[in-house]
């Protein structure tokens, strides 16, 4: 089936930082999707993308959909500790016979040291 | 709040026992989803219903059942619990996933 990769799978940042990451695919998506998970919580649609190339920012973050629609990034600048939790991309495409599905990636656990 | 809205929040099992999870949304939406997720394993589609009336198998629909009871509820029944199937289970609905997912809080499951 479909595979997103994500990356990287955690990381542990100094208050303050600039965090970064990113999602690939072999497969071409018409939308690309940043969810946040809180402790305790469903994911929450922090960003989307529906055109190649596009850029877009959201407070301190900005997400970009790759040009060749097979990849994209988000980056969050100047972390706080609210910031921590699982960050899921997902990827949206149209399957022969089973109508649009959203593909979601493993997910980037972010902690942040205080 | 408008939105996705699943019970219980926690329910303990013992294996062998049934229980169905009930989700509720109440944005018209046409298509809901059951997912699961377990740590490392990210979120795994269970089963999905693109509009009222139908129901399909998603990645890991083994050990489950669905019903799609009318375009606002979408329920999840284990009839023998399993311990594999100690897990987070997450409800979503959309429009289209074009625009993605609205998802519930989740109901955090424990069979012991």
């Known amino acids: 089936g479909q595979q997103l990769n994500q990356s990287p799978q955690s990381m542990f940042i100094q208050e303050g930082e600039d965090v970064s990451m990113n999602c690939t695919s072999s497969s071409i998506f018409n939308t690309w999707l940043w969810y946040k998970q809180d402790p305790g919580e469903g994911p929450v649609l922090l960003i989307a993308l529906y055109k190649a190339g596009e850029l877009t920012s959201n407070g301190r973050l900005t997400a970009q959909f790759g040009i060749t629609r097979k990849d994209s990034f988000l980056n969050i600048s100047a972390s706080i500790p609210s910031d921590v939790g699982i960050y899921f991309c997902?990827?949206?495409?149209?399957?022969?016979?089973?109508?649009?599905?959203?593909?979601f990636g493993q997910g980037t656990e972010l902690s942040v040291k205080p | 709040n408008a939105g996705v809205t699943q019970t219980p929040k926690f329910q303990v099992l013992k294996t062998g026992q049934s229980m169905t999870l009930q989700c509720a949304q109440d944005m018209n939406h046409n298509s809901m989803y059951w997912y699961r997720q377990d740590p490392g394993m990210g979120l795994r589609l269970i089963y999905y219903?693109?509009?009222?009336?139908?129901?399909d198998k998603g990645e890991v629909p083994n050990g489950y059942n669905v019903s799609r009871l009318n375009k606002r509820e979408f329920s999840l029944r284990l009839e023998s619990a399993a311990p594999s199937q100690t897990s987070v289970y997450f409800c979503?609905?959309?429009?289209?996933?074009?625009?993605?997912?609205?998802f519930g809080s989740g109901t955090r499951l424990t069979v012991v």
């Open positions: 979503a609905s959309s429009i289209t996933g074009f625009y993605g997912y609205t």
């Open positions: 219903s693109a509009s009222e009336g139908t129901t």
């Open positions: 997902a990827g949206h495409l149209y399957v022969y016979n089973q109508g649009g599905k959203l593909i």
